[in-house]
């Protein structure tokens, strides 16, 4: 009586554990093939930077033209003027304007 209670323990735990690793490889498939790839560009910026410092352009960066903040040649600002819209009442129509405008249908022959 041991013996088929402890084969049938051992049988659990091997489905158990065949399904676990048939889970396994099956979302390992799935990650393999929705893998997504950076663009080139992306990995391009995501290149590390050089950490070491170029004293060289340092320098020449401090002996470039420096200009102050009075040597700035600014436009000045001009008001220019602008129209302002008028508004104009619609005229309404009259009762003899109105008669007027209404179509008229006429017969043709042959029909």
């Known amino acids: 009586m041991k013996e088929s209670k402890f084969s049938k323990n051992l049988f659990y735990i091997a489905i158990l554990t065949a399904i676990t690793i048939l889970t396994w490889i099956g979302f390992d498939v799935y990650r393999a093939f929705n893998k997504v790839e950076i663009p080139k560009n992306v990995q391009e910026q995501l290149t590390p930077l050089n950490p070491q410092v170029d004293m060289e352009t340092l320098e020449n960066l401090s002996k470039r033209l420096q200009i102050k903040e009075e040597e ?32 008229t249908i006429t017969e043709t022959e042959g029909m």
């Open 72 to 103: 700035f040649i600014l436009p000045t600002p001009t008001s220019t003027p602008t129209k302002t819209p008028t508004l104009m009442p619609t005229p309404t129509p009259t009762i003899a304007e109105a008669e007027s405008e209404t179509p």
